[in-house]
């Protein structure tokens, strides 16, 4: 995936500056060729991988992924524990490719239930790409937005019995910085392939004015042309902020 291909050096100055992607279809990606459901999720983060790399070339600063909701958990343990090993084997190659590309990781979600050697990996991939300036990818893992809505309500609460602040000072501009994506613009864009029309508990503080867009294209499937496609749609918006 190069930027060269899909768009001119004028439309590159335009890109949204945060991109978001419900990785969803491996499973029926992996059945529609006879597959057991966790080869879909294999080809699932090979597609993550070359996602992250095409927002690199193409200048988006921000590029968020939902690669396991709080929810995910009830599927049979079997299928959890290969999406599991998936992430701990990318995470191990990410540590390694990711710092000479100059891809920041960052995590979103309750990490720490997750196995311990898990914790160990995603605390060494944040803490080596925190000197990298180029591209930050946020790997929404055992993720879900009403629990992190949840969770920076009672961070605040636990500031106001602390008597660090006044309960009128929580702001939506207070809580911003309280979510994990504090500091980070919203996202422009919401990209949900796999043909559901709904936001599965995805970013729902962050994406009270993001642009979505759904494709029945599955997640494997998710190539360069499409992010294009999905891009250049984005540029046909008129967004509005509840202005005129
Ligand atoms: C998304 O693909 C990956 C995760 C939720 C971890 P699915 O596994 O939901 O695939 P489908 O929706 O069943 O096809
Ligand atoms: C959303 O997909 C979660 C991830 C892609 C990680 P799901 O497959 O879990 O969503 P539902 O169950 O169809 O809403
Ligand atoms: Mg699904």
């Avoid at 990318?90 to 196995?115: C, H, Q, T, W």
């Avoid at 790997?139 to 106001?160: D, F, K, P, S, T």
């Avoid at 422009?188 to 970013?203: A, K, M, T, W, Y």
């Amino acid at each position: 995936m190069t930027e060269n291909t899909y768009f001119t050096p004028e439309e590159l100055q335009h890109m949204p500056r945060h991109i978001a992607c419900i990785m969803d279809g491996n499973g029926r990606w992996a059945k529609k060729r006879g597959l057991p459901r966790t080869a879909g999720h294999k080809e699932g983060s090979e597609t993550f991988r070359r996602a992250a790399e095409f927002m690199s070339d193409i200048g988006v600063e921000y590029f968020t992924v939902y690669a396991f909701s709080t929810e995910n958990w009830k599927r049979p343990a079997e299928e959890v524990s290969v999406i599991m090993g998936l992430l701990e084997k990318y995470l191990r190659e990410a540590i390694s490719s990711m710092v000479e590309k100059n891809i920041r990781l960052n995590f979103f979600g309750d990490v720490s239930v997750l196995p311990k050697k898990m914790q160990k990996l995603i605390a060494e991939t944040t803490e080596l790409s925190r000197k990298c300036s180029g591209l930050t990818v946020n790997v929404c893992l055992n993720y879900g937005g009403r629990q992190e809505i949840a969770r920076a309500a009672r961070m605040a609460a636990e500031r106001v019995q602390a008597g660090e602040i006044k309960a009128e000072e929580i702001t939506h501009e207070y809580l911003c910085g309280l979510m994990y994506s504090a500091d980070m613009p919203d996202p422009d864009l919401i990209i949900r392939p796999g043909g559901e029309l709904r936001v599965s508990n995805f970013l729902l503080w962050q994406s009270a004015y993001s642009e979505y867009y759904f494709t029945d294209k599955l997640w494997p499937d998710m190539d360069a042309p499409a992010f294009a496609e999905a891009i250049r749609a984005f540029w046909h918006r008129n967004r509005r902020f509840g202005g005129l």
